[in-house]
């Protein structure tokens, strides 16, 4: 924020003849030992298979469909549901005109608790989508904070709240908490927490206001996420918070446990690069895939490959399982059982993804007993490597390898 009387900075230059993905692994840990910056722990539930609503229902959400899809996701091996847009407004033109009150749209889903109750029987933890900053016109919520926007779609019916005021930060705080109180979440999808933001006119503009208790919106935007992630614990200390890659940074770490690759529905490939993008950086927070789809007339070996290319992620399915073919369905649970089987691998072994230049042809993962290669594209594989001195996957002769 301007005036600045003298800012500071400092700068990691890595001059050794290291692989980038170590250095990059290095920085990670740099930025996690820095105490702005220190992560949130990771459940182990953060770290399974999910399945989403987005892809598959968008707001078409009906409570009985939600749970027989939970059903068939908890056969083949996804142990969590994600409810994302829709669940808050009877309107389904898509865009955030109707967001802000967070009321649950009685003509999808009568009863809420109800609802996750019953998806909590057959297993499965509750993870709701929620548009942060976002207001619309339409919500009651806009005419107790219209005159509180950092900056309004005018255009579009809806506006950015202004994170500067206490009393936007406490409304959004109480949400949540109401909402795990009410409903027994067990988390939170929190979106477009990157549009709070302003231009240099803006923040000239807005410095005198009264009523706020910041000047700088990013130190405003980190009181609000530090808050929420310290409240929700208090009432559940294993929330799930999940963000989208455009907003993954190390400080975003303090607060999520789960990093989402951004959205690219039905591409392999993009989400291949964007899961190892994140992962490079990310430690040990849950990195996941974009919710993976694929049409029911492909054949099987073709919508696999919507698994294999995130074999290193956390997968999140977002296809209506009880419309495959027997054999997509088949192909699912095989994949889901192999990840799982080898997760201690493929999410924690020391990960060398080669060749980013050429989207990461080769990505391997090991541990001293296991090393797993994914192959992308025609190249030679040397899986039979003596390990230099002190290397982190600290391999071993013994080890088993899959291909």
């Known amino acids: 924020m301007s005036p600045l009387s003298s800012y500071e900075a400092t700068l990691r230059v890595d001059l050794r003849d290291l692989a980038y993905y170590e250095s990059l692994n290095q920085v990670q840990q740099w930025w996690s030992h820095l105490p702005e910056t220190v992560p949130s722990p990771v459940p182990a539930s953060a770290r399974e298979p999910m399945y989403s609503t987005w892809y598959s229902f968008h707001q078409q959400l009906v409570p009985e469909a939600i749970e027989e899809q939970c059903r068939l996701a908890k056969a083949v091996g996804c142990e969590t549901i994600i409810v994302d847009d829709g669940w808050q407004t009877a309107n389904n033109a898509r865009g955030y005109a109707y967001c802000g009150d967070w009321e649950v749209c009685k003509d999808k889903i009568t009863d809420m608790r109800a609802h996750v109750e019953r998806v909590h029987a057959l297993g499965m933890t509750y993870i709701l989508w929620y548009s942060v900053p976002y207001v619309g016109k339409m919500s009651k919520a806009w005419h107790r904070f219209s005159d509180k926007m950092l900056y309004t779609i ?12 206490p009393e936007v930060r406490e409304y959004l705080i109480s949400l949540y908490e109401t909402a795990i109180r009410d409903w027994n979440l067990d988390g939170f999808k929190l979106d477009f927490v990157d549009s709070f933001y302003l ?22 935007v980190d009181r609000l996420m530090t808050d929420i992630v310290h ?17 993954v940074g190390p400080r975003m770490r303090k607060y999520g446990n789960m990093f989402r690759a951004a959205d690219c529905p039905n591409d392999a490939i993009e989400n291949r690069v964007r899961t190892i993008d994140i992962r ?9 895939a974009d919710m993976l789809m694929w049409h029911p007339e492909e054949p099987p070996e073709s919508a696999a490959l919507q698994i294999i290319n995130v074999l290193f992620a956390v997968p999140q399915i977002s296809v209506l399982l009880d419309r495959l073919p027997t054999q997509h369905l088949g192909m699912v649970t095989f994949w889901l059982a192999f990840w799982s089987e080898h997760r201690d691998v493929l999410l924690d072994g ?13 990505i391997v993962a090991s541990d001293a007993q296991k090393l797993i290669a994914a192959v992308y594209q025609r190249t030679v594989v040397t899986l039979e490597r003596d390990c230099r001195q002190g290397h982190p996957c600290q391999r071993n002769a013994g080890r088993r390898v899959l291909d």
Not at 280 to 288: I, M, P
Not at 350 to 362: G, I, Q, S, T
Request: net charge negative; hydrophobic share 30%; glycine share 10%.
């Open 154 to 165: 005018e255009s579009r019916g809806w506006g950015v709240v202004d994170p500067r005021f």
């Open 199 to 220: 231009d240099g006119d803006q923040q000239q503009e807005g410095e005198g206001n009264s009523g706020r208790d910041y000047v700088s919106v990013p130190e405003a």
């Open 231 to 247: 409240r929700l614990r208090k009432l559940k200390p294993d929330v799930m918070i999940e963000f989208r890659q455009s907003y």
């Open 280 to 288: 490079l950086l990310c430690g040990d927070t849950a990195a996941h």
């Open 350 to 362: 020391y990960l060398e993804p080669h060749h980013p230049e050429l989207l990461y042809p080769l």
